[in-house]
């Protein structure tokens, strides 16, 4: 940190997030990266105390910090992770997510959980949040599909505290278009329909979680299934064995 001028942050995308430091950690490769984002068991770590435990570019950071963590054992056994601390425990809010890339594939999921102190289900919210994410492998079978193997064996948290400001985590072009991905086969499929992705100003609790307003086209005897901004799963959630 020191050789780098000041205003200079760790501020990566989602799909950076995803597609080079979750990715890098998960085939063993680029061990310098531990260096930016250490690997710690952070369910067992109070969430104020984690911004001392974070990578050497982040820890100057006030709003947000990165993690690897890995798998747990419980998870391993085909039990549920516990996410709770001496002090609290981490909810899920909202609906699990898709990550895209820069060419419109999913390369993986992410949950967003809030922070409550004391017992649940009687727990007081905090400012305290987390995105969790996980890398999916698109792997190809026999009848010509893509299967989605979601990677289990490290996620990738980000921290950070829902503080009122208006800076959006992953930043994205004012017009960009997105192709429809196709679903029902479990297949991410190129289709020929377009919708246009207008950056809209968002709430700072929206903008803080990097969520994305898009307008679908309408396609007839075809639900999307929105909700609040929601999408349509691609995959069942069951099929990705995300707990």
């Known amino acids: 940190m020191e050789q780098l001028p000041p205003g200079f942050r760790f501020y990566p995308t989602e799909e950076e997030l995803v597609s080079f430091y979750l990715h890098n950690k998960l085939e063993g490769k680029r ?73 419109n594939r999913v390369i993986g999921v992410k949950k967003t959980m ?38 289990h064996e490290f996620s990738l948290c980000r921290v950070y505290v829902v503080s009122g400001s208006f800076r959006a985590f992953d930043r994205r072009p004012e017009m960009s278009t997105r192709e429809t991905p196709q679903l029902g086969d479990n297949r991410v ?8 992705m207008v950056e809209k100003t968002s709430s700072s609790e929206t903008s803080h979680s990097g969520g994305d307003h898009v307008d679908l086209p309408e396609i007839d ?4 299934g929105i ?5 349509q799963p691609l995959w069942e959630w069951e099929q990705l064995n995300w707990p």
């Open 227 to 231: 909700n609040d901004g929601l999408e």
């Open 31 to 103: 061990p310098d990266v531990q260096r930016v984002i250490p690997v710690i068991s952070i369910y067992d770590i109070e969430p104020w105390h984690l911004p001392k435990v974070s990578g050497e570019m982040c820890q100057a950071d006030t709003e947000q910090w990165f993690f690897f963590a890995p798998r747990q054992e419980r998870e391993a056994r085909g039990g549920r992770p516990s996410r709770t601390t001496d002090s609290g425990y981490w909810k899920a809010t909202g609906s699990p997510g898709y990550v895209y890339s820069s060419d």
């Open 189 to 196: 499929a190129t289709s020929s329909q377009k919708t246009t």
């Open 221 to 224: 005897g075809f639900d999307w």
């Open 114 to 151: 809030v922070f409550y102190k004391g017992k649940a289900p009687t727990g007081r919210k905090t400012k305290w949040k987390m995105n969790e994410y996980r890398a999916i492998e698109e792997v190809p079978s026999s009848s010509s599909t893509v299967v989605p193997k979601l990677r």
